[in-house]
């Protein structure tokens, strides 16, 4: 029992600075509808920044002075990046908004890589906190009593600011009802500008607080990134009470899973401390199916910005069909003109090709949001790896893949399309996330964190260019179907369910089993990616399906211009190329392609090929 | 519709715009190595040094069989896939040699399944899976680093003269820690002499909570503690166990961490006594062992940590086989690695011929704080030859292994 | 014979506002029936509820005598109810076509189809209805460049689409000239007797209101305050009162 109560303050102690960073991205995301994926790297840049505070000036004005400091710089930095990037495209679709958070990631990555170096840096502990006290026979950090009371009286602030002043009450009237923000007469840009200062310098002291129990390291960025996304849909977006009540009931999941050690169930062991890999999502997963709101949070109306509305399809004219099939056929003939690697590498563009072509399905012509979608392409390898390994052939393995996924999808997407807009997206994550989980920890099946190796193609298919005539003809097929489901009666009501619910449902569409079924259709499609994608490779593991890899496959689909056929094939080569060619030509390619992808997706809104289009349009109309 | 024909044709360009190959260099051998740089440059940065010193030397002295070694270094971005197309990349494009590198297990499992498809030689040097030379191991595969076992069998004998009889082990919840902690109850049980028994923690690598874990470690009344966890999962429960008295009168026996990588981030709050395996580089005075130390201090004004030895003592081992064979032709190369000899700054390593593994051992001893800082003290080496399993076992274990 | 639409006690709130507070109406086969009332009064709400896009809290509605309240708005269009949208409601990235063509796909149960062009079905019956509402000339034009007179001639060709039974539509002529809204009701009359269906319309012009609907029912702060023929409602003093010096009758 009193073990019990230990383990309650312990997570009551992880508790308060999650709190701290998630509360930092729920206020953003609540007035400005961004989901900064960047507030990681802020957390992390928090970190670092106290570091140097408390290394170079030593003592209790080096580190408290360091954690006020890093809230600040890390707010400056905050505002910087809102002024700079974000408030160009605000009027942007909502996940362009992600990709570019995306990009700052990967910049801010290097930038600290620069700085810092690489090594871990382990700060010194809180002046006057570096000891422990005795709590029922344990000895407790001082320093973890502190940030239980830190945490606390943080709620309590905070509450005070949204409640009691002018600043507060308009923070809370943008999140709940943007028009009255505007009858207000309220400047909306400083807004923004001021409420990512708040949220930005909540994440740098989140992080700085946490430098007495955790070096700084450049993994910490994605590491805590998750879990504050986690801990912002349980408590619903934009939520202040809601971000606390969810760190808490994540932290405690974690610490009582910790607690509980091995156990028997049922006559059977179970070890839960391996639960801690996956315990937020499944939290999260389950709070989603029946609120789908989260706790505390309220439907959220998203603002529809984003209606760049494309022009009608009509039939594929004869221009278009005799574009494809002499796409086609330069496509085939390419190994006859170009080296072995370039049959290669245009073979893991075809097989992304796919991978984003059924992503833009869902989130283009379907209109949903993923940020799971790498789940089903997992799958997809999975099964045809496991198909392989029990014997069956390639056609059979990669459809044995393919069904796999398919059955994830319908299960997975039955839930999901209950939700909307981030929540959504959130619940895709989740399920991408747990399905991760399994593959990493299901060694006796899925080779664990090692995967499975040795699953070729046949003989007479593995010479590189037999195996590209092969991923050719397969993910085009792939890609043909994405692009032929856009002119059926069944794309057309995605598209109607998508540009209005009301009506569609008025007309008798049934929405949501359309969008089921929709949602199911691109989840096989991208386990057809995934089954050539093991044969391409000859092995696979557990991070074809972790959070990265979904994000791949949205950069690729934004990047190409969603709501466009062509985009998410050509968006699914620029950044299978730039990745490949900057990788090779620097030593900071991870910075340069967060450049790249910034650049586009500031300069070209639309993605490539829906820019291209627009500017077609422009010169006719002119 | 004449745009979707541009586009079309854009992005029939875009595929097409790839670099052309460049020349291949007649008077060089190449070496493609393949490495998580970006992911984990703790390791690799001084991994680069420790390989472009070994490198530096070969050329200086006039290179190998009047050749002199070129590397051509690449990112696998961490994920088995981008490895494997940049080593189609390296091998069809760069024409190189061999391959080399890895750090990560599935990156070194993947690397080394294609090295047996494409029929290349592949090196690894880091990646530490018993499978990438037992389970899953071929021909054309070998590695440089003592395996999971091997580096846990080294610590066994340690843990078992301990004499203690409830262990706690808290590992990274991956392959590399799930393999140590069962290599670790295996041999213990079978070195012991009392009867032995395990509480587990298994940590999502990286995100250690190390309170809970170090809470559930004394609420578990373990009389002695196997860890595996490394990096800032290391850090985060050592500074946890010093605040909460967790090793206080309780032995600890650790995997790696007496590395500079880790042992140096500790600093003041290095542990006393854990039993730990790692690399006291200050104190190694082998004449193989200064000589590369001040070589490598001269040229880089930085002192070497492990990752530095591991690049060197791998292109050192790469320049004494294609010495050997005299030839950059698979079968010859292959033949020239088994049980190959050669002198790297742990002293003297044979490529066992058995199972492509290395015999590089690692150095074994006690952590202590000095000057604020940690070191190993009372450490000895441990021959990577003496902790492999019998032949026989071996034999047992590369059952599933492929020509 | 049991009458096209009943509503009995319908009952609404939303949180603390009663938007619709216990209402009776009907309206026959054949009948156009206005709705009317200030801004809040409850009508588009009413609308919502007959419609399944709300569930009642309390109350009936039946449809020929067949008790459809709280049915999901999909199985009501399958039962003949059809409704337009005081917001016009229409699928920007298709053609004026394309948007009957849908409801005309969905009619017919082709939704799930994947073998053919969805432009490709029933361009025939599209095209009339299309010439039915005037929209001929506009028909292969983005439906996000109309202009909104024309939007909702579109929202009246989509819900006829449907050949419904009972139609449904909020401030139809919302946003066009005198003339416009003249012809609109007009066309929406003559379907309304052609085929004997039931035409439910709220309205904010008087003038459209007293010249085509046969009979008027006044809302008021979610309640019903007065029924009957055109000259009736005129009549009625609350009605007056209300509508103040609005109604200049
Ligand atoms: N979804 C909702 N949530 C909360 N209140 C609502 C909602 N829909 C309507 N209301 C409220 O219910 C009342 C009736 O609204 P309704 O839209 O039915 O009026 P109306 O008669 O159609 O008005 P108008 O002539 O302006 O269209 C109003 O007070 C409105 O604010
Ligand atoms: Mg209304």
Redesign the pocket.
């Known amino acids: 029992m009193t073990a019990f109560f230990v383990q309650t303050l312990n997570g009551l102690a992880s508790a308060s600075s999650l709190f701290l960073v998630a509360v930092g991205l729920s206020l953003i995301f609540g007035v400005t509808r961004i989901v900064n994926f960047a507030h990681g790297s802020f957390y992390m840049l928090g970190v670092y920044i106290a570091y140097t505070c408390a290394t170079s000036l030593s003592g209790a004005l080096g580190f408290w002075g360091g954690v006020l400091a890093a809230g600040l710089a890390v707010a400056v930095i905050g505002v910087l990046v809102e002024m700079l990037v974000l408030r160009r495209i605000y009027s942007s679709p909502e996940l362009l908004q992600l990709i570019a958070t995306f990009a700052l990631v990967l910049i801010i990555k290097d930038a600290a890589l620069a700085i810092w170096g690489p090594e871990d840096l382990l700060g010194p502990r809180a002046p006057g906190f570096t000891g422990a006290v005795e709590i029922f026979g344990r000895a407790f950090p001082t320093y973890d009593l502190l940030l239980i009371a830190l945490g606390v009286a943080m709620l309590l602030v905070l509450t005070a600011l949204m409640k009691k002043t002018r600043f507060g009450l308009l923070l809370r009237a943008a999140t709940e009802d943007r028009e009255m923000t505007d009858a207000l007469g309220v400047n909306q840009k400083l807004l923004f500008t001021a409420v990512f200062a708040l949220g930005s310098f909540l994440a740098g002291i989140g992080g700085a607080l946490q430098l007495p129990r955790e070096p700084a390291t450049l993994a910490m960025d994605l590491g805590i990134i998750a879990d504050v996304f986690v801990v912002v849909v349980i408590g619903g977006l934009g939520s202040l009470h809601g971000a606390f009540v969810a760190a808490i009931i994540i932290s405690l999941v974690k610490a009582y899973c910790i607690g509980l050690g091995s156990q028997t169930l049922f006559g059977v062991e179970f070890e839960f401390s391996k639960l801690t890999l996956v315990a937020e999502f499944i939290v999260m997963a389950l709070v989603l199916v029946f609120k789908p709101n989260g706790l505390f949070g309220k439907p959220i109306i998203h603002s529809q910005t984003s209606a760049a509305v494309e022009l009608p399809l009509g039939k594929p004219s004869n221009i278009q069909l005799g574009a494809l099939l002499a796409g086609i056929l330069l496509l085939a003939a390419m190994p006859a003109v170009f080296d072995e690697y370039t049959s290669v590498l245009a073979t893991d563009v075809l097989i992304f090709a796919l991978f984003a072509a059924s992503l833009g399905l869902i989130i283009g012509t379907a209109g949903l949001g993923s940020f799971g979608h790498a789940a089903y392409f997992g799958l997809g390898a999975y099964g045809a790896a496991l198909a392989t390994q029990a014997g069956f052939g390639f056609l059979s393995s990669l459809f044995l893949g393919a069904a796999l996924a398919l059955a994830a999808a319908m299960v997975f997407g039955w839930f999901c399309v209950r939700l909307s807009g981030t929540y959504m997206a959130m619940l895709t994550l989740a399920f991408a996330q747990i399905v991760w989980s399994i593959v990493f920890q299901w060694d006796a099946v899925t080779g664990g964190s090692n995967g499975l190796v040795g699953i070729w193609p046949p003989e007479a298919l593995s010479d590189r260019d037999y195996f590209y005539w092969t991923t050719l003809t397969v993910c085009g097929v792939g890609v043909l179907v994405c692009w032929w489901v856009v002119y059926t009666p069944f794309g057309y009501a995605l598209r109607a369910a998508r540009d209005s619910t009301v009506k569609a449902l008025a007309i008798g569409l049934s929405v949501k089993r359309l969008q089921w079924a929709g949602f199911a259709l691109a989840g096989g499609l991208a386990g057809v990616a995934g089954a050539v994608y093991v044969f391409s490779k000859g092995s696979i593991s557990p991070e074809v399906s972790a959070i990265p890899r979904s994000v791949d496959a949205l950069v690729m689909v934004l990047l190409g211009g969603i709501n466009t056929l062509l985009g998410p094939v050509v968006g699914a080569a620029v950044f299978t190329y730039l990745q490949d060619t900057l990788a090779r030509s620097t030593d900071y390619w991870r910075a340069v392609l967060g450049a790249v992808i910034l650049l586009l997706v500031m300069l070209f809104p639309r993605g490539i090929v829906g820019s291209i289009k627009q500017f077609a349009q422009r010169r006719r109309a002119a | 519709m004449k745009t979707k024909l541009f586009l079309l044709a854009t992005s029939a360009t875009a595929f097409f715009a790839i670099h052309s190959a460049s020349a291949v260099a007649q008077a060089t051998i190449k070496i493609g190595e393949i490495n998580s740089y970006k992911a984990q440059p703790a390791f690799l940065e001084p991994y680069k040094k420790g390989w472009e010193l070994a490198q530096d030397e070969i050329n200086a002295a006039g290179g190998v069989n009047g050749r002199k070694l070129e590397t051509i270094f690449r990112d696998d971005n961490a994920t088995p896939g981008d490895a494997v197309r940049v080593a189609e990349e390296l091998v069809s494009r760069e024409k190189v040699a061999l391959l080399s590198g890895t750090f990560l297990s599935n990156v070194g499992l993947a690397v080394g399944d294609f090295a047996k498809q494409r029929k290349v030689l592949f090196i690894a040097s880091e990646p530490l899976t018993d499978k990438l030379t037992w389970a899953n191991g071929n021909d054309y595969t070998f590695r440089l680093r003592a395996n999971t076992a091997m580096q846990t069998a080294m610590l066994v004998p340690e843990a078992a003269k301990l004499n203690k009889k409830r262990w706690g082990i808290v590992y990274p919840n991956y392959e590399y820690g799930q393999s140590a902690a069962n290599w670790f109850k295996k041999y213990l049980l079978s070195q012991a002499t009392g009867g032995v028994e395990f509480v587990e923690q298994a940590a999502p690598l990286g995100r250690i909570d190390a309170g809970s874990v170090v809470q559930a470690m004394l609420d578990a009344k373990v009389d002695a503690i196997f860890n595996v966890t490394f990096g800032a999962d290391l850090q985060k429960f050592v500074r946890e166990g010093n605040t909460r008295g967790l090793f206080n009168n309780r032995p600890v026996v650790s995997l790696l961490s007496g590395e500079p990588e880790y042992l140096d981030t500790l600093k003041d709050e290095t542990p006393n006594g854990w039993i730990v395996t790692g690399y006291p580089w200050t104190e190694i005075n082998t004449p193989e062992h200064k000589a590369f130390r001040d070589a490598y201090q001269k040229k880089f004004n930085d002192y070497p940590r492990l990752g530095s030895v591991v690049g060197y003592a791998t292109v050192k081992s790469i320049a004494a086989m294609l010495k050997k064979s005299g030839s950059t032709d698979v079968a010859k190369m292959q033949a020239a690695m088994k049980n190959l000899e050669v002198m790297s700054p742990f002293g003297k390593i044979v490529w066992r011929a058995q199972d492509n593994q290395s015999t590089m051992g690692a150095y074994v001893g006690k952590l202590a704080k000095k000057d604020g800082k940690g070191v190993m003290v009372d450490w000895r080496y441990v021959d990577g030859k003496s902790v492999q399993p019998t032949d026989d076992e071996v034999k047992r274990l590369r059952v599933g292994a492929k020509k | 014979m049991s009458k096209a639409l009943e509503v009995s006690g319908l009952k609404k709130s ?2 603390g ?1 009663a ?2 507070r216990g209402i009776d109406f009907h309206a026959d086969a054949g009948e156009a029936v206005a709705l009317i ?12 509820l007959i419609n399944g896009q ?1 569930t009642p809290d309390g109350g009936r509605v039946s449809l020929f005598g067949l008790d459809i309240t709280g049915r999901s708005p999909e199985l009501l269009f399958r039962s003949g109810v059809a409704r337009t949208f ?1 917001i016009t409601a229409t699928f920007a990235s298709m053609s004026v076509r394309e948007n009957v063509q849908m409801a005309l796909m969905s009619r017919h149960r082709e939704v799930a189809g994947f073998f053919s062009l969805a432009t490709s079905r029933h361009t025939v019956a599209a095209n009339e209805l299309l010439a039915d509402v005037g929209l001929s000339e506009q028909a292969s034009r983005p439906c996000a460049a109309l202009a909104y007179g024309d939007l909702k001639r579109l929202e009246l060709a989509v819900a006829l689409a449907n050949e419904p039974r009972l139609l449904l539509m ?2 139809p002529t919302a946003g066009m000239s005198p003339e416009e809204r003249n012809a609109l009701m007009r066309l929406a009359l003559r379907v309304c007797r052609e085929r004997k269906l039931a035409l439910l319309f ?1 309205e ?1 012009d008087m003038d459209v209101v007293f010249t085509h609907a046969d009979r008027i029912i006044v ?1 008021n702060r ?1 309640r019903l305050i007065a029924q009957g023929s055109p000259s009736e409602v005129r009549a009625n003093e609350e009605v007056r009162a209300v509508y103040l010096g609005s109604l200049h009758v």
Request: hydrophobic fraction near 30%.
């Open positions: 939303f949180g506002v938007a619709v009332g200030s801004n809040g009064a409850g009508k588009t709400t009413c609308f919502n709300l005081q909020d401030e709220t904010h809302m979610g």
